[in-house]
């Protein structure tokens, strides 16, 4: 049995289980000790308070009367918002920026490419602040809104579409989000169509098949293969960085929860909030990658 390379991997996963177990309970027995000698009682019994601040974008009915755990799920779902959005818009930026990265076309290349570069080798948080203050900010006011094609119209109170109206402060997180991330999926997209072997494409010429169609058809299912793991990684991220919000006043969960623990002192019930919600979100996001990744392995007979 000693020698059995299973019997080392279940005992290493039992020990490593025994040690997170013991750090966790030192750290809940110091955690208490110090509560209890501030005078505080750990509980989330605050949740059921009145709230008493506004929030100045809702998706839900919300008054300043409603208790915390009601701002909460405001803010949670403005997050929600805007990281399904990002990661939609995302995709369609990351691949097209690939793909364009290979063109033939020098301009078309060149252009992605220093789109790529720009977006990638600055801080997220210098992005944000640009489209906030030096894009939405220095609209027109609103009776002297631009409009485009009579379909878009642009103002200081955000983007206006036909079917709905966006915040300048959801639209500048949501375009940060998407062009600085679209800049990571584009080099995963470029990478996972150059791991796809030459020869696909010479097969596909030799039916007769046209570029386009041969990577719609070819090229691009197999390099999803490669695509799919690190794309996962970067939906992670934009989940996690739009927590950002809160330097251009967009009300997401982390931001409520701030205002939260800054008016009742409960630190640590917050942070474990906070905590809580992006570890959900990231562990749904990595189980429908994880599914759909499935769909794309090659299957063995």
Do not use: C, H
């Not at 033939?104 to 220093?114: A, G, K, Q």
């Not at 719609?216 to 390099?223: E, K, M, S």
């Amino acid at each position: 049995m000693i020698n059995d390379y299973r019997f080392w991997r279940i005992a290493g996963q039992l020990l490593a289980l025994f040690l997170t177990v013991i750090v966790v309970v030192i750290l809940w027995v110091n955690l208490n000790r110090n509560l209890q000698q501030l005078g505080i009682q750990f509980g989330f019994d605050f949740l059921n308070q009145q709230a008493s601040f506004d929030i100045g974008e809702t998706q839900i009915n919300y008054k300043p009367t409603d208790t915390y755990s009601r701002a909460l799920w405001v803010g949670l779902i403005n997050s929600l918002r805007v990281a399904i959005a990002g990661i939609f818009l995302t995709t369609i930026v990351g691949i097209s920026a690939g793909i364009a990265r290979l063109s033939d076309n020098w301009l078309v290349r060149n252009v992605t490419m220093v789109y790529v570069e720009i977006f990638r080798n600055t801080p997220l948080l210098l992005q944000l602040l640009f489209w906030y203050f030096a894009v939405f900010l220095s609209f027109p006011k609103t009776e002297n809104k631009i409009s485009l094609w009579g379909l878009i119209k642009l103002s200081q109170n955000g983007l206006e579409i036909p079917w709905l109206t966006l915040s300048p402060e959801f639209s500048a997180l949501l375009l940060g989000l998407t062009f600085y991330t679209g800049a990571f999926i584009a080099e995963i997209v470029r990478g996972g169509i150059q791991s796809v072997s030459q020869g696909q494409w010479e097969a596909g010429r030799s039916l007769g098949l046209k570029p386009g169609l041969i990577m719609r058809l070819v090229i691009f299912p197999q390099a999803l293969r490669v695509i799919i793991p690190p794309l996962t990684s970067q939906y992670l991220n934009l989940t996690k960085n739009s927590s950002l919000a809160i330097a251009i006043g967009y009300p997401d969960i982390y931001f409520v929860a701030s205002t939260t623990f800054n008016q009742t002192g409960r630190a640590v019930e917050v942070i474990l909030l906070i905590m809580v919600t992006y570890l959900i979100l990231s562990l749904s996001i990595s189980l429908v990658m994880n599914l759909f990744n499935r769909t794309v392995q090659i299957k063995e007979r």
